[in-house]
């Protein structure tokens, strides 16, 4: 299969199934110890045959000074050498397409390195024709910040720049200056970062903080929280609860934004006869602000992902809450998703236990949405525990950013024979989940995922059924039905560790158990056994 016109198909998007490469710790071609993208090429057949995904999205891989790890553009029109060349970027999208494996790739509108041409021009003078392509504002009367706003990873979210008398906007860290949307100058030139890529062919964007990219203009304080302290154990967001956020992000304006990046993608889409796609990165809940990203007739972003998982207890009932909150709060039309893990956060096995990784699996790929799967999740790799003084990643999110461990020779195959050593420890575990070893077992987590992946891949229930929810299975499980017009199915995953006999409503066939890497053709039962922290898919008989 390959990547051509969509054929009428725009809703790709919907069946495919995402699979998400931190291009650090994915594969290193070159054997310097840091992932890149010839490492990535080396590894599609594995993404599009032996796991069986649909796309990829891969993380920044622009020309970066790599303090946060490639969300600090310097160069948006080029690779940084850490990870290659431009031609290997365009050998990458190439080789993905030949495979019908679609490629995203994250755009970061919110802000640039403060070693971008932009910022530096922006920085040398206070009438520089960039200035005001980023946020300046002059002190306040005693000197100090211009407003009280705190940045995503503690303190002032400003930075005096004594040279010119002003401080600059950072809501991240202070080398990532926010860029100004308002300005014409640098929407025009973030709209042709997008269109720079989309002429290399790429499928569409995860677009990064997208909430943030447009800010109160009179910079108005935001009204403190007095119920909440900093939180120094939340080193991602250490003095995030002390004020409400409400005029540092989400300015409605951005909504005009959106809308401007999606008629450009549109527009390609319509002339290339292949859709592009906008995934927003939002953090705005409520739910009411949340569907505001899809755009008022669905025409923002074509879905946002959704953390409510990553926030919620890892308990059936909690976990059929979330679920249902955003089924109720989706507009008609509009597609759902849950976000299991990411770059960002500890890894599900770190957050939840081991106990959790066969559920999970179960979760991401029958819930109703568009499922992404973060990379090294399919093998349940654990965190990797990595002691503060050996960080890489200032606010250390490192230990869910392992190299990918693909054999189970030392270094775990994550760079060529007799390559560096790798950026990050490898996960110490890799002999026995190395991507070798797991398909070598029937059992594996690896072989779980494939064929879960390859079951919603045939199924249309899996794929475009409507969620049902069930009260079967007591407690510990969560149970539902995915209904499609010619298919029927049940799931019901299991919490506990005790296997339970859950009574389906109506009798059916087994398509997937957790615990079996097959499972025999038999009579249909409404009985079945739901293994302990595990699950089962069964096609259901009609009804009637
Ligand atoms: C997003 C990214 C995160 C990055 C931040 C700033 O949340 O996922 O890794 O640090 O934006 O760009």
Known sequence: ???????????????????????????????????????????????????????????????SPQVDFGYDVSDHTDVDPAFGTLADADAL?????????????????????????????????????????????????????PSNWTSEQ???????????????????????????????????????????WLDRGVDGFRIDALHMIAKDPALTDNPPRDDAAPNGADRQHPDHDTQWHVHDRMHPDLFDHIARMRALLDDYGARTGRSRIAIGEVEAMPWESWVRFLGRDLDGVHWSFNF???????????????????????????WPNHVLSNHDRPRLAGRHGERSVRVAAVLLLTLRGTPT????????????????ECW??????????????????????????????????????????SVAAQLADPD??????????????????????????????????????????????????????????????????????????EVPPGPARSGVVVPAYGGVVVELERAG
């Not at 054997?31 to 599609?44: A, K, P």
């Not at 971008?116 to 003078?125: C, D, K, L, N, Y």
């Not at 207890?313 to 089924?327: D, G, V």
């Open 93 to 145: 999208i190439a080789a993905a397409h030949e495979r019908g494996l679609r490629v995203i790739l994250d755009f970061v509108p919110n802000h640039t390195s403060d070693r971008h041409p932009w910022f530096v021009e922006a920085r040398a003078r206070r009438d520089a024709p960039r200035r005001d392509w980023y946020v300046w504002a002059d002190p306040a009367p005693d000197g100090g910040p």
């Open 392 to 433: 890489r990643d200032p606010l250390g999110r490192d230990q869910a950013r392992a190299p990918m461990p693909w054999t189970s020779e030392p270094g775990g195959g994550f760079g060529p024979p007799g390559g560096g050593e790798p950026w990050l420890p490898v996960p110490p575990e890799y002999r026995e989940r």
């Open 308 to 334: 409510n998982f990553l926030e919620t207890p890892w308990e059936p009932k909690a976990l059929r809450l979330s679920i249902e909150a955003q089924e109720e709060a989706l507009p008609e039309g509009a």
């Open 154 to 196: 503690g303190g002032s979210t400003w930075e005096f720049d004594a040279a010119t008398g002003q401080y600059y906007l950072h809501s991240y860290h202070r080398t990532q200056p926010d860029v100004n949307w308002r300005h014409p100058g640098l929407r025009a030139a973030m709209l042709d970062v997008l269109r720079f």
């Open 373 to 388: 799967l973060y990379y090294g999740d399919e093998l349940g790799l654990p965190d990797v525990a990595i002691p503060p």
């Open 444 to 517: 594996s987590v690896l072989n779980l995922y494939r064929r879960l992946l390859a079951l919603r891949r045939r199924s249309p229930a899996l794929l475009s059924g409507a969620y049902v929810p069930l009260e079967e299975g007591g407690d510990d499980c969560l149970a539902y039905l995915r209904e499609a017009p010619g298919q029927v199915v049940a799931v019901v995953v299991n919490f506990g560790g005790d296997a339970v006999e859950v009574e389906l409503p109506r009798p059916g066939r087994t398509l997937l158990a957790t615990d079996r890497a």
């Open 1 to 63: 299969m390959r990547v051509q016109a969509d054929g009428g198909d725009a809703h790709w998007w919907r069946r495919a199934v995402i699979y998400q490469v931190y291009p650090r710790s994915f594969a290193d071609g070159d054997g310097d110890g840091v992932g890149d993208l010839r490492g990535v090429i080396g590894r599609l057949d594995y993404l599009a045959d032996t796991l069986g995904v649909d796309a990829l999205w891969i993380g920044p891989l622009y020309r």
